[in-house]
């Protein structure tokens, strides 16, 4: 089963507009969510996380958003910019205990000029 | 510390041939992942070390997987009788226990089964 879904394979977006990338997860268990970045022949990049106890959370262009009741959590990119493109997963983990990771399918951002 | 290196990066190897990879961790960080991605699929878990101690393994990793990180340092992935279906890229982790934002990912060795 899969217990974190990010439903959209893949979004095009003007430099400079807002990516809104999302993500959907079922296990309740789940208290910490991250997203992260690949590029191409790289491991992912931790970009930003959000604890349960939140409802966003906000680094410079990126901002999480978790809605807890909707089981759902999106990631904003604004300003984007043509290095924004890559392939974006979320994962969602729980804190105590091995605190492994679970990763949705990914979506390829493209950032177009 | 340059962050988690993995070797080799890339693999290629017949099939029932055994291959090994190696994961050298961040120097500080006490727990060590395996991770597999195959294509269009986020990566999944598979095993998970604190210090030299094997505390979990998925029911993905099969009996001809096998993991060790003696003295608690790198770690190794070894797969024996290689099938096809396990050509995936194969990633390394690291952490300090009690931060899950402390993980840092290796680069990977790409594994392909012919």
């Known amino acids: 089963d899969q217990q974190v879904k990010q439903n959209s394979p893949s979004l095009s977006v003007q430099e400079g507009r807002i990516s809104i990338l999302n993500c959907d997860y079922t296990?309740?268990?789940?208290?910490?969510f991250l997203w992260y970045k690949k590029y191409p022949a790289e491991g992912p990049t931790f970009l930003i996380s959000?604890?349960?106890?939140?409802d966003k959370n906000e680094d410079g262009r990126f901002t999480v958003f978790l809605n807890k009741s909707a089981k759902h959590l999106s990631l904003h990119i604004v300003p984007s910019q043509p290095g924004d493109s890559a392939v974006y997963f979320c994962?969602?983990?729980?804190?105590?205990?091995?605190?492994?990771?679970?990763f949705g399918q990914g979506t390829r951002l493209t950032i177009n000029p | 510390d340059t962050g988690v290196s993995q070797d080799p990066r890339h693999k290629i190897t017949k099939r029932g041939q055994n291959v090994t990879f190696r994961c050298d961790p961040i120097?500080?960080?006490?727990?060590l992942y395996w991770y597999r991605q195959t294509l269009g699929q986020g990566p999944e878990f598979l095993t998970y070390?604190?210090?030299?101690?094997?505390?979990?393994k998925s029911r993905l990793l099969s009996d001809r997987f096998s993991a060790e990180r003696p003295k608690g340092s790198f770690s190794t992935l070894e797969i024996q009788r290689t099938e096809q279906g396990d050509s995936a890229m194969y990633l390394c982790?690291?952490?300090?226990?009690?931060?899950?934002?402390?993980?840092?990912f290796g680069s990977g060795t790409r594994l392909t089964v012919v």
């Open positions: 982790a690291s952490s300090f226990s009690l931060r899950v934002t402390g993980y840092t």
């Open positions: 296990n309740s268990m789940f208290d910490y």
């Open positions: 959000i604890s349960s106890i939140k």
């Open positions: 994962a969602a983990s729980a804190i105590q205990g091995a605190q492994k990771l679970v």
């Open positions: 120097s500080e960080h006490n727990r």
């Open positions: 070390f604190q210090n030299e101690a094997q505390l979990e």
